[in-house]
C-alpha cells in the first residue's frame, strides 16, 4: 500500500465521519471510492474501528490520559530523573524512601530546604502518626549539630502556638546525618499561598499579623528562630481559613551555630539558602550575638515582599558581590520603600503585581505610601534598637493600619540620620573618647583636643538646630509632594476618563503648587461635578483652582472665573460677582452649559 | 520573572539556543507542582497529567504571554516531558509486575480494551516511534494532544495549521493506533 493510497483513505474516511447513517455511509463512500475495492477496504477498516478507538482514548472532546493517583504520578515525576537531574544528584536524596530512621518510616520526600531534604514520614512508636522528618546535608557536625539542639530542647518543648509546628525530635541516621523530627504540616509557602490565591494586601496584612503574633509566642519563650523566610512560613487550610504555620524553629540555631568566615558564605548557599532574609547582625557578627530583634527584622523583609513580591535586596545582588560585600550592603544600603520599588517596575511587573493583590497599579501604590512603607521601614532598620521591640509590636501596628488607626512608625528625621552619620565618622565627631586619650597623654594635647572638642560640639549643637528646622520645613515640602504626586495621579486618571477616581485623590489635596497640570486637573474636575449638578463639589474644585490661578497669576483665571460664576450661584454664593465687580444680572445672562465643554 | 518566561522571551526574541534549556526548566516545574499537589491534597486524590501540565503554564506564565511562539514551545517541552515521565513510570511499573526482571512488554500478547492507564501509555509511546518516521506532523499531534492534554485549538496555534487539520490528523491517529495496538504488527 502506498503513501498517497493511505492518504486518500484517510481523507474519505474523515469526511465519511459526517454522515451518521450506514445507508448515507455507503452512498458517500461509493461516490469516492468509485469501484476502487482496495481504498475502500481501507476506508471500511478505519471507519470500523473508529468507535473503538475512541473510547480507548476515553474521548470526551479533548483527549485525556486517565486519572491517576496524585501519589503515584507526583512520585513519577518525582523520580523521573533523566530530565534535570544528575544520577548523582538522585542518588544522594533517594535512598532514603522506603527506609526506617529511629522509629521514623521514610514515605515521599516532600521538599528540599538549603539545608537539607524534608520527608513525609511515619512515626511507629510510641504514637502512630504522621510527622515530617528533615535530615540535615551531608557535611554538618552531626554531633554538635544534635548537641545544640538539645540544649534548646526544653524551651522548644514549652513552645505551644497554633501558628507553630512543633519540633518533635533530632537525632543521627545511620549514616551519621543529623536529622529534626516535627510536626506534618501541609501547605504551601506563605508567598506562593497569597499570590496563588490573590489575596488582596489587607488579607495578606491579616495573615502576616498571625505570624507575627507566633513568633511573639516563641521569642516569650525564650526562643528565636533566627531563619525566618518564606519556605519555613507554610499556609494550611483550617475549617476553610488560611492559617499560617511557622515551621523549623530551633533549627537554624542547631544547625548554624557558631558561624565563621569561612564557614558563612557557603553556609549562605547551603543553610540559609536566602542571605535576602539575613539580618545585618546576623551577615555580620556571624550568628553569635543575634537576639529576637534579629527575627523582626526578617519579618520585616517578609512584609516587604508580601507587599512587593520583591525582598529589599534580591539574593543575587547580595551574592554576587562577596562576603564583605554582602555585609557592607546589609549594613550600610538603605532598601527602597515598598512604594517606591512598586513604581520602578516595568508596566507588565507592575500590572501583575496589582493582579496578584486584586488591585489596580495606581491603587496599590497608593495604599503602600505612607504607613505601611514606615512600618516596613521600621522593621529593617539596620540598628536592631530602633526596630520594633517586639514582634508583637509589629504586629499591632499592622493591626493599627488595618484599622485606620496612626501608626507608630515613622519615617526617619533628619536627626536620626545626622547620628548615624555621626556615628560612622567617629574620628571627627567622636570627642568623647578622645579627651579620656588626651588626659593621659599631657597637658597640651589635651587642650588641642578639647577645642577640637568643643569644636565638634559647636558643629553638632548647630548641626542639630538645623535638623530641626530642616524636620519642619522637610513635613511641609514633604506634604507638598505628597500632593503633587496625588495631581500628577489624578492628571493621569483624567487622562484615562477615569475621572471618579481622579476625583477622590484631589479631594486629598490640601497645599497645592500651581502648576499647570494642577490647574487643568481641578478645570476637568469642576467641570465634571458642574455637568453631573453636583454644585458643592464643583465649587471646591474651583475654588481651589482660582487659588492655584491666583499664585500664578494664570492668564486662565478670567475663563475660570466665568466657570466658576454659575456654579456659584448655582451654590447660592455670590463671591465671585464682587471679582467682576458686577451686578449679579452680569453672571445670569451667561447660560452655565456655554462653558463647560461636552455639555449636552 | 521565572525562568522559564525569562527562556520563552528569549525564544520570542529567536535565541537559537534558548529551546534546548526548556525541557529541564518545565521538567522541575511539574515536579515542584506535584510535590506542592501533593502536600496540598489529601491521598486519596487522582489528578490528570495533562491537567498538571495546563497548571504548571498558568502557574509560570499565566496569560499574559500573548506570544503563541512561546506558548507552542512550552507546551511541546511539558507535553514531552509528560511523555517520558508516564512512560518511565509504566516500565517500571511494568517490570515490577514482570518480577523486576528486565523482560519487554509484547504488545501482541495484550488485549487493548484489558489494559490499564499503564499499558496504554507504553502502547502508545511504542507506535508512536514509528509514527514518528512515517508522519511527523501527526506525531507531533499525538505528543500535544495525548501527553499534552491540549485542545485542538491549541494544538493548532502551536503547530500553526488549521483546526480542521489538527482534528483530522488526531481521528486518523486514533484509528490508526488503534489497529496497531490490536493487531500483530506485519
Known sequence: ?600 | MSDVTLVLDAISRGDAEAPEKLLPLVYNELRNLAAARMVQESAGHTLQPTALVHEAWLRLVGDQQQNWKGRAYFFAAAAEAMRRILVEHARRKARLKHGGGQERLNIDDLEVPATGPDEQVLLVDEVLAELETSNPERARVVVLKFFGGMTNKEVADTLGMGERSVDRHWVCAKAWLFQKLRTPAQ
Open chain 1, 1 to 600: 500500500m502506498n503513501n498517497a493510497q493511505t492518504e486518500l483513505a484517510e481523507e474519505i474516511f474523515y469526511s465519511a465521519l459526517e454522515f451518521k447513517t450506514p445507508a448515507e455511509r455507503g452512498a458517500f463512500l461509493e461516490r469516492k471510492c468509485r469501484g476502487d475495492g482496495g481504498l475502500r477496504a481501507l476506508v471500511e477498516r478505519l471507519l470500523a474501528c473508529q468507535p473503538d478507538a475512541e473510547k480507548m482514548f476515553q474521548e470526551g472532546g479533548v483527549a485525556r490520559l486517565p486519572l491517576m493517583p496524585l501519589a503515584e504520578l507526583s512520585q513519577s515525576i518525582e523520580e523521573t530523573p533523566r530530565l534535570a537531574e544528575t544520577v548523582e544528584a538522585l542518588a544522594s536524596r533517594d535512598d532514603f524512601i522506603g527506609t526506617c530512621i529511629g522509629p521514623y518510616k521514610l514515605l515521599q520526600r516532600i521538599g528540599e530546604g538549603g539545608c537539607g531534604v524534608v520527608y513525609m514520614a511515619e512515626q511507629q512508636w510510641p504514637v502512630r502518626r504522621r510527622v515530617a522528618v528533615k535530615i540535615i546535608k551531608l557535611g554538618m557536625d552531626t554531633k554538635s549539630v544534635v548537641s545544640r539542639f538539645e540544649a534548646e530542647r526544653q524551651a522548644l518543648a514549652m513552645m505551644d502556638h497554633p501558628n507553630i509546628a512543633r519540633v518533635l525530635d533530632a537525632g543521627a541516621t545511620e549514616s551519621g546525618r543529623p536529622y529534626f523530627v516535627m510536626e506534618l504540616v501541609r501547605g504551601v509557602k506563605i508567598t506562593e499561598y497569597c499570590d496563588g490565591s490573590e489575596l488582596d494586601t489587607q488579607q495578606r496584612l491579616k495573615l502576616f499579623i498571625q505570624v507575627c503574633q507566633a513568633i511573639q509566642h516563641a521569642h516569650q519563650k525564650g526562643v528565636i528562630h533566627r531563619d525566618i523566610k518564606p519556605s519555613n512560613i507554610l499556609v494550611t487550610i483550617i475549617d476553610g481559613l488560611p492559617v499560617p504555620k511557622v515551621i523549623d524553629f530551633g533549627i537554624a540555631k542547631a544547625v548554624a551555630g557558631r558561624l565563621t568566615d569561612n564557614t558563612i558564605f557557603t553556609a549562605f548557599e547551603q543553610f540559609v539558602g536566602t542571605p535576602a532574609y539575613m539580618s545585618p547582625e546576623q551577615a555580620v557578627m556571624s550568628g553569635v550575638d543575634v537576639d529576637t530583634r534579629s527575627d523582626i527584622y526578617s519579618l520585616g523583609v517578609l512584609l516587604y515582599e508580601l507587599l512587593t513580591g520583591r525582598t529589599p535586596f534580591e539574593t543575587k545582588e547580595l551574592l554576587e558581590r562577596g562576603l564583605e560585600g554582602l555585609r557592607r550592603t546589609l549594613q550600610e544600603k538603605e532598601p527602597q520603600r515598598p512604594s517606591v520599588i512598586v513604581t520602578t517596575l516595568q508596566g507588565s511587573a507592575l500590572a501583575q503585581l496589582a493582579h496578584d493583590r486584586r488591585a489596580e497599579p495606581l491603587k496599590l501604590i497608593t495604599l503602600l505610601r505612607g504607613d505601611l512603607d514606615w512600618i516596613v521601614i521600621r522593621a529593617l532598620e539596620k540598628e536592631r534598637s530602633r526596630r520594633y521591640e517586639t514582634a508583637n509590636g509589629l504586629g499591632m501596628d499592622v493591626q493599627r493600619f488595618l484599622d485606620n488607626e496612626p501608626v507608630t512608625a515613622r519615617p526617619p528625621s533628619r536627626i536620626y540620620r545626622l547620628q548615624k552619620l555621626v556615628r560612622r565618622n567617629q574620628a571627627t565627631f567622636g570627642a568623647g573618647g578622645m579627651i579620656a586619650l588626651a588626659l593621659v597623654g599631657g597637658l597640651a594635647l589635651s587642650t588641642w583636643f578639647w577645642r577640637e572638642e568643643r569644636q565638634a560640639r559647636k558643629q553638632a549643637d548647630l548641626a542639630t538646630q538645623q535638623a530641626l528646622a530642616a524636620e519642619q520645613q522637610q513635613a511641609r515640602l514633604r506634604r507638598e509632594a505628597e500632593d503633587h504626586e496625588r495631581i500628577t495621579e489624578a492628571a493621569y486618571l483624567v487622562s484615562q476618563n477615569r475621572l471618579e477616581e481622579a476625583d477622590q485623590l484631589a479631594n486629598q489635596v490640601t497645599a497645592i503648587k500651581p502648576s499647570l497640570e494642577a490647574e487643568s486637573v481641578l478645570r476637568a474636575l469642576g467641570q465634571w461635578h458642574a455637568l453631573k449638578g453636583q454644585w458643592t463639589q464643583a465649587e471646591a474644585r474651583f475654588n481651589l483652582l482660582l487659588e492655584v490661578d491666583q499664585k500664578d497669576n494664570s492668564w486662565a483665571i478670567t475663563d475660570d472665573l466665568l466657570m466658576a460664576g454659575p456654579i456659584q450661584i448655582n451654590t447660592g454664593i455670590f463671591r465671585v460677582m464682587s471679582a467682576f465687580g458686577g451686578p449679579p444680572s452680569l453672571v445670569f445672562v451667561i447660560p452655565p452649559t456655554r462653558y463647560l465643554p461636552n455639555a449636552p
